[in-house]
């Protein structure tokens, strides 16, 4: 059985348990191949590494995709792929990891050192991650970091960020599980002619990112 999820989101605490739980229900299904079909501008970087995380542990196959723009955070989810594919206009980007205080946060020397060795190691796992997938050494992935690279698909392949470029993505015939911000998931079904859409209320979960990319 193959499952297709499309994660056109931000990566934060919601949208991140909400890929979990479906990820969950499909396997409860009797997945054996997971298709995630990615375009994120990035978010949380404790949310996305988990995602990789939980996506390099699945016992099946995953296959994931760039269908736009995958940028900052996104990058690790899709290096979570087996198999990872790319749209022939897309783009990758890769910056730094930030961090947000709160307005009017009185910070102490301690707290400013604490903040920063905080965003060391987000960025030196980050750059961990992407260089057992690329052809890079961790210390050149940070300077692509460093300098904000954007990779096209033709470049990411060269790299070895991108197994194959192609534009089709999913198969007639398949349910696709779609991932927004709104709080909204949907399940689309795509039949061999006609599209039915079945929305379903999603949920909403406090959100509070300490680093993010």
Known sequence: MESFIKFYAAVNANTSIQLQRTIEQLMLQGTKSLHLLLATP????????????????????VSTYNFGSVDSIGVVMFCAGENRFSVPHARFLLHPVSTQFLSGQTLDEPSIEESLKLIKADQENIAKIISTTINKSVEEVQKMIHNRTTLDPDTAHKLGLVTKIKSSLVPAGSQLHSIYDQQVQQQIQFPLRGVTVNPQQGFSVPTKSYTSI
């Open 42 to 61: 990035g978010g949380s970087v404790h949310d996305g590494i988990s995602i990789y995380n939980l996506l390099k542990g699945l016992p099946i196959e």
